[in-house]
């Protein structure tokens, strides 16, 4: 499986972007599906952590406290693409995000070391 972030930028406080994390290796609206695809991000001195994750099969999503509310996941069957929207950014967002897959998952864990396979990640970073 390959992963692809893109999206990143330079954007002022409370503005807005929109991540997508674009895969190969497996069709989202086709059997075998069962795989979550998360967003994670790691701050500067900081230890990643896990944002967001959708199931692709189930649709269903989990997010952190520190983004429920201002970020959205979701897919585009079609395109086989994860996007992030990012609302209401603060500097405090300011990371490298990277969104990452893992099959077969019982739970949508934002535990990093629960996924098996990562983008390279995309740079995002909020001026005050």
């Known amino acids: 499986m390959h992963l692809v972030e893109s999206g990143g930028g330079l954007v002022r406080a409370g503005g807005s972007l929109r991540l997508s994390c674009t895969t190969s290796g497996f069709a989202f609206d086709k059997q075998p599906n069962d795989y979550a695809i998360g967003w994670f991000r790691r701050a500067p001195g900081k230890e990643r952590e896990g944002v967001s994750v959708i199931s692709i099969s189930e649709s269903t999503t989990t997010y952190s406290d520190s983004v429920k509310g201002r970020f959205t996941i979701s897919k585009d069957n079609a395109k086989n693409t994860v996007y992030l929207q990012m609302n209401s950014l603060q500097p405090e967002d300011t990371a490298v995000y990277y969104c990452?897959?893992?099959?077969?998952?019982?739970?949508?864990?934002?535990?990093?070391?629960?996924?098996?396979?990562w983008g390279q990640g995309t740079q995002v970073t909020v001026s005050s």
């Open positions: 990452a897959a893992r099959a077969f998952p019982l739970t949508l864990s934002l535990l990093e070391y629960e996924y098996d396979y």
